[in-house]
Each structure stands twice: as C-alpha cells, then as structure tokens.
C-alpha cells in the first residue's frame, strides 16, 4: 500500500462513528426520517432529478434523487465534504505521497498504488460522477467541466502508479465517457457565449481525442462503433442544424431558393451579393 490510512481518512467533519458503525448522534435531534424532503420530489429513472438546496448550515449543496432516497452533496472540494489526510481530495494526498516517495524523480521510483489505494480513488470518481452528472443537468457547465478534469486526472495517476495493469483497466475504461461530458461541457460554454465554431471546435476535438484512445488501444476497428464518438457526432449535427446562420450563410440559402424557383434576376442580384461577401472576408484576413 502507498502509505498508511488512519481511520480519519473518510471521518465526517465533526461526526464520529461508534463501534457498531452508525454515526453518534444527538439523543434530541431532530428525526432522521427523510420521507418529509422527499415528498413530492419523484425519482426520474431517464434523466437526474437534481436540486439546489441552503443547508441548516447555510451552505449550498447539491442534492439528486435516487429511486430510494437521496445522495446530498457539497458544491466544492469533494462532494462528501470529507478531506482525507487533511488534504482537499484523495487525489491530492496520493499525488503528495508519489511526491515524497524515494526514487520518484527517477523512472521506476518506490511509490505505488495498491488495490486498497485504488479503491479509494475509484470511490472519489464515482463521487465526483455524481456531481458532474448533477451539473450537467442544472447547466452548469463550466464547474461539470472541472469535476469531469479531477476523473481525468486520476486516470492518468493511476495509470502512471498502479501496481498491475488490472487496476489501471478499471480506470482507462471510462476515460471515453468522461471525455464526452468534458467536451459537451466545454461545448454548451462555447454555445452560450454565442461562440458556435468554438463549440464545433471543442466537440470536433472531443471524437479525436476518444478515437485517439482507441488507436493506442490498437482497436481502430472501435472507433466507428464507439457510442461516445456517435453521441458526439450527433450533437455536431444539432449544432450545425440550430446555430443562428452568418450573413453569407444566409445569401447562400436564398440564393438556392432563387435558383430553385426559377427568379435568375434575383439570383443574379444575389450571385453579386454572395461575390462581394466573399471578398470582403478575404481582404479582411
């Protein structure tokens, strides 16, 4: 194992588990029953079900239903609250162990990542999957952007530290799928802002990336059958199909609707239009 894990590693802040594993609670708090924050707030088996919530700390948090209950979480840092070591997330502790490792600055260095190790680090993405998939769904793009780089970035230290290449295969497999939520994110930041090259572009560069993966995978034959790349090229087509058309693109329509009908004067006039355009643009370059 890298390093030893106190038992604080996954405490609660101010909570403390007793022996049989419940959390210590405050014989007069209030209940525990949740029946209350969940009525009238259906679970959705087709898409988050997702909320914003102040708590009675007067923090915001995250929360998303689950056909039985409910996962609650924070909006920075890990979404458990929990800091393991003192540090923000576990990636950061194992990053700072790797640091401290003898040998680590030269190849083949002493630090690795075990099964337990692993498990945690699993533990953390599914946490920061949650979140994401909550962001996503609420629109906001550029803090999903951000969760889905913290999963990306474990892949790649557990690539480079663990121990065997099973660990690693547990990690690498979802690396497609978190790109296609980073460059949908990156993507709907570019559309709001009005930068629809700059969404193309980021979507364009999202089915390289996977099919990239792929051909280091050797499996080039994957790429065409890859439901990531497919659910990219899909929202290339809508965005081509619904971003607001420039002026040229504009002259260019209407001019085939005047080719199409037979009005050559005005296809004439729009001919000289469309030229002048054109033009314009490359002079300006």
């Known amino acids: 194992m890298a390093g030893t894990l106190h038992a604080s590693f996954e405490e609660p802040i101010g909570k403390r588990l007793r022996d049989d594993g419940f959390i210590q609670a405050d014989e007069s708090s209030v209940s525990k029953d949740i029946s209350s924050i969940l009525e009238g707030w259906d679970f959705r088996p087709d898409r988050p079900a997702v909320r914003r919530i102040v708590g009675d700390d007067g923090r915001p948090r995250l929360q998303i239903r689950l056909d039985l209950g409910l996962l609650q979480m924070e909006v920075s840092g890990r979404p458990d609250g929990k800091r393991p070591h003192g540090f923000t997330t576990a990636l950061e502790y194992y990053m700072h162990l790797a640091e401290e490792a003898p040998g680590e600055e030269h190849e083949g260095g002493e630090f690795r990542l075990d099964e337990e190790d692993c498990m945690r680090l699993q533990q953390e993405s599914m946490q920061f999957y949650h979140r994401r998939i909550s962001w996503l769904e609420l629109g906001e793009y550029r803090a999903a952007e951000e969760d889905a780089d913290h999963n990306l970035k474990i892949i790649d230290f557990v690539v480079k530290y663990a121990e065997n290449d099973q660990l690693r295969e547990m990690f690498?497999?979802?690396?497609?799928?978190?790109?296609?939520?980073?460059?949908?994110?990156?993507?709907?930041?570019?559309?709001?802002?009005?930068?629809?090259?700059?969404?193309?572009?980021?979507?364009?560069?999202?089915?390289?990336?996977?099919?990239?993966?792929?051909?280091?995978?050797?499996?080039e034959d994957a790429i065409e059958n890859s439901g990531e790349i497919s659910y990219l090229k899909k929202w290339l087509e809508d965005i081509s199909q619904t971003r607001p058309l420039t002026l040229e693109q504009r002259v260019e329509r209407e001019l085939r609707e005047a080719i199409a009908s037979e009005h050559f004067e005005r296809a004439a006039v729009l001919r000289d239009r469309l030229q002048a355009l054109r033009q314009s643009a490359r002079t300006s370059e």
């Open 172 to 219: 690498t497999q979802w690396k497609p799928f978190i790109l296609v939520h980073k460059f949908l994110a990156g993507a709907r930041q570019a559309w709001e802002a009005k930068d629809f090259d700059g969404a193309v572009e980021r979507v364009n560069q999202g089915i390289e990336d996977i099919a990239e993966i792929y051909r280091e995978q050797g499996r």
